[in-house]
């Protein structure tokens, strides 16, 4: 049964081999995002600060490499009755870019208070928007029905071995672009929800960057990755958390991505929404780069202190830019 | 006489070998800035748009390219009197950041109603700044009496070999990352003030992307280097005229720039601080970058259908970053 197989085949941890075809199938598609450096940071720091600017992505976030990857694999008997997916919006939003690009439907669940940028964003790419209440109705429920009524395969936001190798690719073009900037990174921080991304970078740096330390940074209450990884098991977030980073809501870390991580990354950051804002109107300010808060957590942890960069070669992801301008707006009158 | 020597050696259009000069010494200073492409922007034109972002340049602007080349030239007797400059911010910061870097002194004679960032952000890389009235002083007076006072060198925005071979660095960085694209541009846009950066930059084409057309855009009420061109003879802008582009607001073409576009560049464009607004609100809700007005209008002209580029791969310089984040919230307010 050769469906059966592949998807089996998702079911575990990618490996490095995986990764580098994840690169080639993602060549034309994807973009090699900059990997930039300021003086002005490095300045105030006290070290060298390389960010990956994956806000300048296709789709506004890292997420396309992944839902790319792992839709252009779908068997074609799968392909016509298209893909699902659910999802705050990022990972909507690369999952809608795929299937339009491959040609295929696609359904995204997206929860009704989702920002506004990104369910526009997500219909534009042609897929179909199905809204749900956070409280009221289980997302799991209603993508499940769909995949039974249209013989639609879900796409999961990072729990799959093919979503990993694909934000894999970050990590490769990371370690590439800093020897191409003579630079040799000894920390890379990881912006971090479910741990895809983490993941990903993680197993491609074993290889391109050995000895360098990965760690994740998350949001102060959901920081279940930095918890878990210290308890070693999976630890979940209180039901009642909150954070401004709307992509890193995730409840949990995955199993296949917390079977990667628990032994690749050293341990977590967490940052506070007031630190994430402070991020926010630096990027706008000296980088000139609009991030969403979930996107600007590394810098957040770098600029308030929470890892000492001095005399060091710290790479961090900036993982999206996709925020509501009313937000922004917000984020610089408060920070002004 | 070696100064006067010197002195008259930046009184010549460059050669495209002073722009090879100007990259080596450029090398390990100025950043070598992305040359960006969105499927997004693609897609919407039916072409390919290359877009080399100069915002994400040190000090915000190309402006650091030139300020640094020409005051990294200046002969040891002349360093401890230091710089002077008028400019309304973005020569200014590159000015300062150039002489801090030397460590020499630099005054910076700005208008008062500068943007507060480029005074603020002049004054933070140790330039002593002296404000003067756009209606009532005279910046050349207040200019000539600092260097007969001090014996400080005066840095001219644009209109000096140096600082023309330095912007000059950006147009060969594009032709190379074209190529590492796969791309040859046939049109390059330049956000055009005094012409420094479009001299520069089309005598670095003239040799690297042979038959390429240049063109400068300007705003609609200062375009100047248009006109110029058309009529063959420097023309001055209408003293009454005003743009939100407060980086192109120079009174009519330099000398030496115009000596040099008027054989080398094709035409101009022009657009309205309507177009540059909504330029402003794509560039961060589409491409994620904080673009000054100046810096947006070659984009403008893209996205407003000033020129076509359906089945073409256009290149442009998105030139600053350097606004005001409460300018930038009326922008997005605006157009939302």
Redesign the interface.
């Known amino acids: 049964m050769p469906d059966t197989a592949i998807a089996n085949q998702f079911d575990e941890v990618p490996t490095f081999d995986d990764i580098l075809h994840a690169a080639d199938r993602l060549r034309g598609w994807a973009?090699e995002t900059?990997l930039?450096?300021?003086?002005?940071l490095n300045e105030l720091v006290g070290g060298r600060v390389l960010l990956k600017a994956e806000?300048?992505q296709?789709t506004?976030s890292f997420k396309f490499r992944g839902a790319f990857n792992r839709i252009v694999q779908l068997p074609e008997a799968q392909r016509k009755n298209g893909v699902v997916a659910f999802s705050s919006g990022n990972h909507a939003q690369g999952v809608a870019a795929a299937a339009a690009i491959l040609n295929l439907p696609a359904v995204i669940v997206m929860p009704r208070d989702a920002p506004k940028?990104k369910v526009r964003n997500t219909k534009a790419y042609g897929a179909e928007v199905i809204l749900y209440d956070r409280l009221s109705d289980s997302r799991e429920e209603i993508g499940d029905r769909i995949c039974r009524e249209r013989g639609a395969t879900l796409v999961r936001p990072y729990d799959d071995g093919g979503i990993i190798a694909g934000q894999g690719t970050c990590g490769l073009e990371i370690a590439h672009q800093a020897e191409a900037l003579g630079a040799r990174p000894d920390t890379l921080l990881v912006c971090c929800g479910g741990g895809g991304l983490t993941a990903g970078c993680a197993i491609a740096l074993e290889r391109t960057l050995p000895g360098a330390t990965v760690m994740t940074v998350e949001p102060i209450d959901y920081d279940d990755t930095r918890r878990s990884l210290e308890a070693g098991q999976i630890l979940r977030n209180d039901a009642s958390s909150a954070s401004i980073c709307d992509a890193l809501l995730a409840p949990q870390p995955g199993s296949l991505t917390f079977a990667a991580n628990k032994s690749l990354v050293s341990g977590g950051l967490a940052v506070a929404d007031q630190e994430v804002k402070a991020a926010m109107?630096y990027a706008?300010?000296?980088?000139?780069?609009?991030?969403e808060p979930g996107g600007a957590v590394c810098l957040a942890a770098v600029l308030a202190g929470k890892i000492d960069c001095a005399g060091r070669t710290v790479a961090l992801t900036l993982s999206g830019?996709n925020v509501d301008?009313?937000l922004?707006?917000t984020v610089?009158?408060d920070q002004?």
Chains 1, 2 share one sequence.
Do not use: C
């Open positions: 973009t900059p930039l450096e300021y003086a002005a806000s300048l296709r506004g940028i109107a706008f300010r000296v980088l000139k780069l609009v991030l830019g301008p009313d922004y707006r610089l009158q002004a």
